[in-house]
């Protein structure tokens, strides 16, 4: 007997740029600290003790060691919950989610915690024949495998997306996140840490974006227009809807992975938000808030184009999007999950509003989630 998986609880840490907040905390503090948070809230939301069946984190550059593991210990679930490391790189924590979604719809009514985590500034050197390298192939030899930044100019170039486009949208990121957390609309979901109580990126370098040099000769990509590399977790508890009880959350309707041209992946995420809304039956315009991962504002506005959306559309990244807050690749899946739950759950949304998550994913791939809300 299938169950509808139910996300009742979300937090998430503050984002904090590499080396600053969290250069010295590894990822498994982040995320068990996260865990321990949304375990609570999920007890409170449900009355009572959760036996928790599993851990499933998202993690793209760890040092390994399987740190969904290490973070459920640390976060003192004990020596009898399991964990388990998922690697679908920026796609990573919404990845987790689905997996976690998945086994419940499967029929295993037990709750589960997921998400993901990164920490750029504790991530080990990688050595190959005793040379260091950044991060492993995205695909072999013989098919195209751009740098992050390349792709992003070349998805400006090929979908004509220009300059001011892309410094616009950059400013409405900045300027999103900066009302929204004056308005204290993240106070609720972000779980403190040390100092680090709230994300240190918004607004900074807002002024920098009109006098940003290109990053590429005669291009249109320039660092004001690309996310900051970020350190950061954020987590999820999913549980069965039981149809005689009232438990609020979001219900996971709907959910696609798909792949692309690995020489334009910033595409991704627009074919698997179709291919998401396809499985339900559900039209764009049903959708009251859309939280797309901004890698580069030129990879957002071409996946805002694919789907035919404008470029201020107003249900997309409403308080803010990764331009803004950061990227922490193995996390940035799951803060979106998170920012759907705090706009939609926590805002009041009545029941049945719908709400997508979606990532662009290095090596030519995109993932996405419908859910609704439930009351």
């Known amino acids: 007997m299938s169950e509808i998986p139910l996300i009742v609880a979300a937090r998430r840490t503050p984002i904090a740029t590499r080396g600053r907040a ?18 609570a809230d999920a007890r409170e939301a449900c009355g009572g003790e959760l ?18 593991r290490l973070s459920a210990l640390e976060a003192g679930l004990g020596a009898a919950v399991p964990g388990m490391t998922v690697d679908r790189q920026c796609g990573s924590g919404l990845a987790a989610i689905v997996a976690a979604a998945e086994a419940i719809a499967a029929g295993d009514p037990r709750p589960r915690l997921a998400g993901g985590v990164e920490s750029p500034s504790t991530q080990p050197q990688r050595l190959a024949n005793g ?5 492993a192939p995205f695909t072999p030899t013989g098919w195209p495998d751009p740098e992050m930044p390349r792709a992003a100019e070349a998805l400006a170039s090929v979908r004509s997306i220009s300059r001011e486009r892309q410094d616009a949208h950059a400013r409405r990121s900045h300027e999103r996140a900066l009302e929204a957390a004056g308005a204290g609309r993240f106070d609720r979901e972000i779980v403190g840490l040390g100092r680090a109580v709230r994300d240190d990126s918004p607004g900074r370098g807002l002024r920098l974006i009109d006098r940003a040099l290109p990053l590429f000769n005669a291009g249109t990509v320039t660092a004001a227009t690309s996310t900051r590399i970020s350190d950061g977790a954020a987590a999820v ?3 069965p809807a039981v ?7 979001l219900a996971l309707r709907s959910h696609a992975v798909v792949g692309v041209d690995p020489a334009l992946p910033g595409l991704g995420a627009a074919p698997a938000i179709s291919a998401a809304l396809a499985g339900a039956d559900v039209s764009l315009e049903r959708i009251a808030a859309f939280e797309i991962v901004e890698a580069f504002a030129s990879q957002s506005l071409a996946v805002l184009g694919e789907l035919g959306l404008e470029d201020d559309d107003a249900r997309v990244c409403a308080d803010g999007g990764a331009l ?5 690749w193995g996390a940035s899946g799951a803060v979106a999950m998170v920012r759907l ?3 939609l759950v926590a805002a009041g949304a009545p029941a049945g509003t719908l709400g997508v998550a979606a990532c662009s994913v290095g ?13």
């Open 22 to 39: 969290f250069a010295d905390v590894p990822a498994h503090v982040l995320a068990g600290r996260v865990l321990e948070a949304t375990l």
């Open 324 to 328: 803004a807050l950061g990227h922490p």
């Open 341 to 343: 739950f705090s706009r």
């Open 243 to 249: 149809p005689h009880r009232r438990i609020t959350g």
């Open 51 to 68: 036996p928790v069946a599993d851990v499933l984190l998202g993690n793209c550059m760890g040092p390994g060691g399987n740190t969904a």
């Open 237 to 239: 508890c999913v549980v």
């Open 131 to 135: 040379v260091g390298y950044s991060r």
């Open 363 to 375: 090596g030519g791939m995109g993932i996405a989630a419908l859910v609704e809300v439930v009351r």
